[in-house]
């Protein structure tokens, strides 16, 4: 003990140096932050949403909503196709991943399947097969989706959701917006600091589903389906106004999909509109839409099954460019811009949770927590200092220094947040902290009693203490762990806090005591162990 | 150094019969036990809406101001969402409960969108009081609910189920059923301790009996330890005596350490704000009980199941736990 190892001696000051740096941004300014050199570590302690204040939202991709959709949309190509090739049909039965089409004249079933193949098209960019039609009896066609298909359509609608709800929340200036993955179809999206979290939801929940579609004007046909009959190719809709009945053809003639750009234009009377252009695609078929047959007709533009607009077509249209008017103001107008040069969510997002605390709120947090944590720390050197007297007593308030130090540094250099009960685990940190110490103080009084001298007691102390330490401190861990697999935002925090704690309290408290006291045992030479019992001493 | 008053917190060696009162120490457990369950399901836990499903919002005007509660309530009670609690709080920044602040707690039926709902909460309370800051809104979708209160049971079984692999496999199987008997009934106790104050159940709940958990664990393994050493040390002392030894032996740095943790959360509890005050409550309600169930739950389950002995492994005979049999 009194031959003190020396890497003790360095590994403790390696731990203060790296602690003091990283620590050390915590009390700077953000200017002063940026003048540092680039090989200083810059980043302070990340606060938990409960401390900084902001939004937590978890999103749920409605996969299901989204398949209904898609199949929605295979039922109408199977239609379409089926008309035009003027193939007779019983029926087009819905059913999980496709439709299956009855024929009216089994003997087209071998030409019927060949224009269903070829709507089904080939491998997509990534080679995957999305859609396939096959036989099934001897008058029937199924067109589906491909197992394949099936089972990749969850994870992409995840992947694109969180692509298009990034694009989003950016176009709404929001800083520092973590947009995660959470199991298999979930999303969580955490935007710090005064941000609206109104707005947020507003944005996130729109799908943006922009479609153009045709209207059907025939006056016979509309007060059909206003009687309830309507046709099973079209659905009902209302007008812009909200009142005016519109009868749209099922069938998407372009989509969002196709869209390149869209940006707030003014029309010809000065007021706010949303011009937009298409690309390849998307204006071939605009100008299939537009040409000469369908003059005079009518198409609907539908955001999110809202019918915004519902324009003659004049002329054909070729560029694939034009103007979406409606009674919008400037800020809606830009609004539904961003929303459609973010793209579309592949499926509706429901708010499953979400959790905002405004900045003040968390600010009161941050102070009652400080405040708490000062006291509670004061209580543990007073008590400390009571029991073991200033030597011993000052040794292990050296330790809870260091301590400290190390977990603001190591949460810094790992990014881990405080949370609100992060603090508490902080608190409770440094009460457990001494217990090391008490262990070791503890033990050596034990050994004092039991006649052993000075430098030998001391010595027992710190080695049967170990043992000890270690275990009950592995019992922590393993509370902490299982907080952090299960726990979830400030839970984790909290596990975090008390898993960093652990370590550091261990390392600072048995190594500073060893250190400080085998000093102290050198220059010092004491007769007897300050912390022992009168009574023992002979 | 010699005018400094050390603390002696106990005489140097105390000699404590503790196994002398285990029984009276059993019967009370039990009978806390038994009521802490009990109160679990009558009245039952006091569910925060991590594990209900549900909405909180915090609404506040500023300082001096005061929220007309009746109409709050009234305006979103005609809205038709079922149950609306409102309940009004200390402001946060003096702590001063004037009227200004209150939390409303509300369903979403099954069936409603919730964003909607929580729309027409919100505008029908702009409705009925006028203006005000929402500080926190906190809105959990059934579904979720229902996941968190899942793994939260998930994480208290498998903590339980962790330390007595971990005692079991550091120390001996009957170490083990003694550590989490005490762990069990230090849970149980903490439950009945969150029914009695009416605290909200939520998983900052989860977090700190978690917590309570590794604490106790803690205390129980000193206590452990030092019994398994004196065991060895001490071959041929009656087990009752060695368990007794170990105990007072270990009582110094037992009281030290939990009478440090008690008064630093006791500061939290105080100071920390209301947020905390729930999980600090609990946390110290929990050291204290863990501190006596390493006492006088896990060391008398060793008693009553005996235990093997050194290296030898002579079996100590199981020991009657009778009153008044030993001075």
Redesign the interface.
């Known amino acids: 003990m009194v031959q003190q190892s020396r890497w003790k001696i360095i590994v403790l000051v390696l731990a203060l140096v790296f602690g003091v740096l990283l620590a050390y941004p915590n009390v700077l300014s953000q200017s002063q932050k940026d003048a540092l050199p680039g090989w200083l570590p810059k980043n302070g302690l990340s606060l938990g949403l409960d401390l900084q204040g902001g939004s937590y939202l978890l999103l749920e991709v409605d996969v299901p909503a989204m398949r209904a959709k898609r199949i929605d949309n295979m039922v109408e190509d199977a239609r379409v196709t089926m008309r035009e090739g003027n193939f007779a049909t019983n029926a087009f039965q819905r059913e999980e991943g496709g439709v299956v089409v009855t024929l009216a004249n089994p003997a087209q079933q071998d030409a019927a399947l060949e224009a269903m193949r070829l709507l089904a098209g080939g491998p997509n960019q990534q080679g995957v097969q999305e859609r396939a039609a096959s036989r099934l009896g001897n008058d029937r066609i199924r067109y589906a989706f491909t197992d394949q298909a099936m089972s990749a359509m969850a994870a992409t609608a995840v992947d694109q959701s969180i692509e298009v709800v990034r694009r989003r929340i950016d176009s709404l200036g929001t800083r520092e917006t973590s947009i995660t993955r959470q199991g298999a179809d979930r999303i969580v999206v955490q935007a710090p600091g005064e941000s609206d979290p109104a707005a947020l939801e507003r944005v996130i929940g729109q799908t943006a589903q922009l479609t153009f579609q045709m209207v059907e004007d025939d006056p016979e046909l509309i007060n059909l389906a206003l009687q309830g009959s309507v046709p099973p190719d079209s659905v009902l809709m209302v007008d812009q106004d909200g009142v005016t009945p519109l009868l749209i053809k099922k069938r998407v003639l372009v989509s969002g999909e196709q869209l390149t750009r869209a940006s707030v234009d003014s029309d010809q009377n000065g007021r706010p509109a949303i011009g937009f252009r298409f690309d390849g695609v998307g204006a071939r078929r605009f100008a299939a839409a537009t040409a000469s047959e369908n003059i005079g007709k009518r198409f609907a533009i539908i955001l999110d099954n809202r019918v915004i607009s519902a324009p003659n077509i004049i002329g054909t249209i070729p560029s694939g460019q034009g103007q979406i008017t409606g009674n919008f103001s400037i800020a809606e107008a830009s609004e539904m811009v961003n929303l459609l040069n973010g793209g579309a969510l592949p499926a509706p997002l429901k708010v499953e949770e979400r959790r905002t605390v405004s900045a003040e709120l968390g600010q009161d947090a941050v102070e009652a927590g400080a405040l708490s944590t000062a006291i509670g720390f004061v209580i543990i050197v007073a008590f400390m200092f009571l029991t073991y007297g200033f030597l011993f007593g000052g040794v292990s308030v050296i330790g809870l220094l260091l301590n400290g130090l190390m977990i603001v540094a190591a949460m810094s250099l790992t990014g881990a947040s405080l949370t609100l009960p992060g603090i508490a685990g902080l608190i409770l940190t440094f009460a457990v902290a001494v217990d090391a110490n008490v262990l070791i103080y503890e033990r050596m009084r034990d050994e004092a009693r039991a006649g052993r001298s000075v430098i030998a007691s001391m010595d027992a102390g710190f080695n049967k203490a170990m043992g000890t330490i270690i275990d009950a401190n592995l019992t922590s861990l393993v509370a902490a762990g299982i907080m952090f697999v299960f726990g979830a935002g400030p839970v984790r925090g909290f596990a975090w806090t008390l898993t960093i704690g652990v370590f550091t309290s261990v390392f600072s408290s048995v190594l500073v005591a060893q250190v400080l006291l085998a000093w102290w045992l050198k220059s010092a030479k004491p007769k007897k162990l300050p912390i022992a019992d009168a009574e023992t001493v002979k | 150094?010699t005018w400094?008053?050390?603390?002696?917190?106990l005489p140097?060696?105390t000699n404590l019969h503790f196994v002398k009162y285990a029984r009276y120490a059993a019967v009370l457990s039990v009978v806390l036990c038994i009521a802490s369950i009990v109160s679990c399901f009558y009245p039952g836990l006091n569910l925060g809406i991590d594990f209900r499903g549900g909405a909180s919002m915090?609404v506040s005007k500023p300082a001096g101001q005061t929220i007309d509660f009746d109409a709050l309530r009234g305006s979103v009670n005609d809205l038709d969402i079922g149950d609306v609690g409102v309940q009004g709080i200390a402001r946060?920044?003096n702590n001063i409960d004037d009227g200004s602040t209150a939390i409303v707690r509300f369903q979403v039926p099954e069936g409603r969108d919730?964003?909607q709902v929580?729309?027409q909460v919100e505008s029908a309370i702009t409705q009925a009081v006028g203006e005000v800051?929402?500080?926190?809104?906190?809105?959990?979708?059934s579904?979720?609910s229902g996941e968190?209160f899942t793994?939260?049971l998930?994480?208290l079984g498998?903590?339980i189920v962790?330390?007595f692999a971990?005692i079991w496999f550091?120390f001996e199987p009957q170490f083990g059923f003694g550590a989490v008997a005490g762990l069990l009934h230090d849970v149980i106790l903490t439950f009945g301790l969150i029914v009695l104050l009416r605290l909200e159940f939520s998983?900052?709940m989860?977090?700190a009996i978690?917590?309570v958990?590794?604490?106790s664990?803690?205390?129980t393994?000193?206590v452990f330890?030092?019994l398994r050493?004196n065991l060895r040390k001490y071959k041929t002392m009656p087990l009752r005596d060695v368990i007794d030894l170990s105990l007072n032996?270990?009582l110094?740095?037992t009281i030290?350490?939990g009478?440090?943790?008690v008064?630093?959360?006791a500061?939290?509890a105080?100071?920390?704000?209301e947020?905390?005050r729930g999980?600090?409550l609990a946390?110290m309600f929990g050291i204290i009980v863990g501190t006596y169930s390493s006492i006088y739950v896990g060391a008398p389950i060793i008693l009553l199941w005996g235990v093997k002995r050194g290296e030898i492994g002579e079996e100590a005979k199981p020991v009657k736990l009778g009153m008044a049999s030993r001075p």
């Open positions: 150094m400094w008053p050390l603390i002696k917190v140097q060696k915090e946060r920044d919730q964003t929580v729309q800051r929402y500080s926190g809104v906190e809105v959990v979708g579904k979720v968190l793994s939260g998930l994480a498998s903590a962790l330390m971990y550091r998983l900052n989860v977090a978690l917590t958990i590794g604490y664990m803690n205390d393994v000193v330890d030092r050493e032996e270990t110094t740095r030290i350490t009478v440090t943790a008064m630093v959360l500061a939290l105080v100071f920390g704000g947020a905390l999980f600090s946390l």
